[in-house]
């Protein structure tokens, strides 16, 4: 529960006259008299005024909360106050501590404040900073390093063995090419359920502070994501292959061996990019199999459908 | 091991005069004297009755059994009556109870006859129904319901936080909306190996009645999904998108958000489907990416073939 | 720890008369006094002698290493020297044994010198051969067959149901199409994270031996992938499906039903084949959705980007 002025306070609106208090955020038709709301229009800040809700978060052109009838914190970014009122208000992690059923090979490596859950493989030498939740059916592979405040959901595999071989010039079996390095997951990222990241084969693969990689993502060996990359749900990136600071990859993105995208580009869902291809221009938009600037494969698009 | 006039019974075939009785179902290439197999036509069933078997399910033109030498049962769906026989000669279950390296955190909450397998984690507020079949390594965050007669393979990931984030304008940094919802899957539901499905960000994520979920599959938050829906594996449905009932979505089919697939529509495999674009027709078929109806889609493969 | 000698002797290098020894392999921008390095030409040759390494496996026609002022063994084969000797210095493995944590049925049936992970759950009738690894969570059903030499990496799921259905033609609910058939894998296969094999319907699903399978790849029931295949990360091959020997599938290819990929063929990351379809010639390249012989589809590429 938080007063309605300490909530303005968190999120810079301006001071609040009315009194009151919310205990939770939700969605304008979930919303009862405990709830805080958003609003980022006109046509939002109507639903958001005529719901249950307690308190709205609305734009700086919204009309005076006295006329509106409910109280109203007027903020430049409704939705990102929101998020930020919704973490201070119902902060949504586990207790600190590890779950008696997992394994973790050197406790002492472990940050304070970081919550493991049950099932949780924690391999030697394996460094995990503060404050990070580990949810359950986490593997870490042995030298992997978290940084601090990372949430990594349950089932992720992370420093698995890269896939790289060489075929036998005699026979065609193949060997596996040594894959002995390491993996680096800087402070603040999180990964969601099932990914799998890869450790380096002989150097590193690094994954830059800040970055949130959705469900089903592979990151192969030896690949550098940068800072606030967002990576969406089944996306592939082979091994290598560098992608930059702020760069957005759309969901079920495949990227080949030794590709850069980089920083700032925005790469449509399901686009793919080539090997040793560069893809550059911070707020470019690319599309397509393989991925090119949005207006050019709109265009390829249009004249397909041409009879 | 069944009497043929029992099975006759199940299935709804004309009596069986024959005696006998088969113990399980088989291919016709593996099959004994204790096996059921079935045919579609004159060509699988020359197959059916050339094999071992001891007794054969076809359609309903098939000639005398008599005359096959073979038992016969026909029906109007051999394929469909081949299932339900399978089912109930050898009913392909664990017996119920939880194993006891699993974490339920309240018992309480779990249906009569269900299977919990080991290490599975199912978190507090976690309602489970009666029958269900829970296979090892499956994780339930807090709150997610699940109905009667779910069947939930090994590795798959419920309710986990939702991937949605608002950049920090200032920072680019980006901080999680808040993933608070819930999850609801309703009867007979079946989802495979290492499928996730996320719970609401503010509302909640939903899979109706009798849907069927392969291996691999991403659904995210906010996400509805309709009664007897098939989504094979390896799709992804991003945040907030609708499929109706009976829809048919193939192997690698992406979704973008707030997308609708109407009732019947048939997604062919690795179609993808825009952002917010709706599709709508029982039976009919839409491929490609942007999927659009198969024959338009197919005129402009031919056209690009074109020299 | 090796001699130069000896490293000689397992990679059929010339004799070398240098004395020294090496630990370990290195990357050269990583390579220390005890790292043994590898280059394929000119070029690498020369960053090769500028690091810091003990010892460079170099081509046949690398110069001499007196005058180069490193311990050089010479090759044909440079890359796959390199491998086989990373092998030999320093196996990447763990102990022999099965963790206290994990669930083996029948450990009776599991052979010698396999390691078997934490949290592992090997059902009934499973038979794993010798020097195995298993890492933790990997759950293989019951009556799944693995080889010798096989690597299973972390959140591996082997034998689950397979994904078949008969709609109801009453009600359009689906009965499962029985799933009692098997899972085999021959020797030296590795499987990457969280991939999902399938047993067979009726039959089996069988995977040949010394193929790689890389993260999050799907094979579905009854698929018969041959030996020395290789399949990259998130890649989905539906039911029925043939792979033949030596084929190599780049990431997020899919592969409909009832396909056929013949032997050495080369499928390029993200191609698409049909249900029904048969692809074949040894080393031919194809790619596209739907996949297409290399140059033709280029050549569509082409002209889609014409004005």
Chains 1, 2, 3 share one sequence.
């Not at 992720?156 to 896939?163: P, R, Y």
């Not at 010039?169 to 402070?187: C, H, N, R, S």
């Not at 949130?212 to 550098?224: F, P, Q």
């Not at 061996?257 to 560069?278: D, F, N, R, Y």
């Amino acid at each position: 529960m938080a007063k309605l002025s300490e909530i303005a306070a968190w999120i810079g609106a301006e001071p609040v006259t009315a009194e009151g208090d919310v205990v939770r955020v939700a969605a304008p038709e979930d919303a009862g008299a405990d709830c805080l709301v958003f609003a980022t229009d006109a046509e939002t800040l109507a639903a958001a005024m005529a719901s249950g809700a307690g308190a709205v978060i609305g734009p700086l052109d919204s009309l005076d909360s006295a006329r509106e009838g409910k109280p109203l914190l007027r903020v430049k970014h409704p939705k990102f106050a929101f998020a930020v009122a919704a973490q201070r208000l119902t902060p949504d992690r586990a207790p600190a501590g590890t779950h008696p059923s997992a394994v973790v090979v050197q406790p002492e490596l472990v940050g304070e404040g970081t919550s493991i859950g049950p099932f949780c493989v924690i391999a030697p030498n394996v460094r995990i900073g503060r404050n990070c939740q580990i949810l359950p059916h986490v593997t870490m592979y042995p030298g992997v390093t978290l940084g601090a405040n990372c949430i990594v959901q349950s089932g992720v595999v992370l420093g698995a063995t890269g896939f790289g071989y060489v075929p036998d010039p005699k026979t065609g079996e193949y060997v596996i090419f040594p894959q002995q390095g390491t993996l680096v997951i800087e402070d603040n990222v999180e990964i969601g359920a099932n990914s799998t990241i890869d450790r380096g084969a002989l150097g590193e693969t690094r994954i830059g502070q800040g970055t949130k990689i959705d469900n089903l993502v592979h990151i192969a060996h030896n690949c550098v994501i940068g800072k606030n990359v967002v990576i969406a749900a089944q996306t592939g990136i082979s091994g290598s292959s560098v992608v930059e600071d702020g760069a957005v990859l759309g969901g079920q993105v495949g990227i080949g061996e030794h590709a850069l995208v980089g920083p700032g580009v925005i790469l449509g869902g399901g686009a793919g990019v080539l090997s040793g291809k560069k893809l550059r221009g911070a707020g470019e938009v690319f599309w397509g199999r393989p991925a090119r600037p949005l207006k050019e494969y709109l265009r390829s698009l249009a004249r397909l459908k041409q009879r």
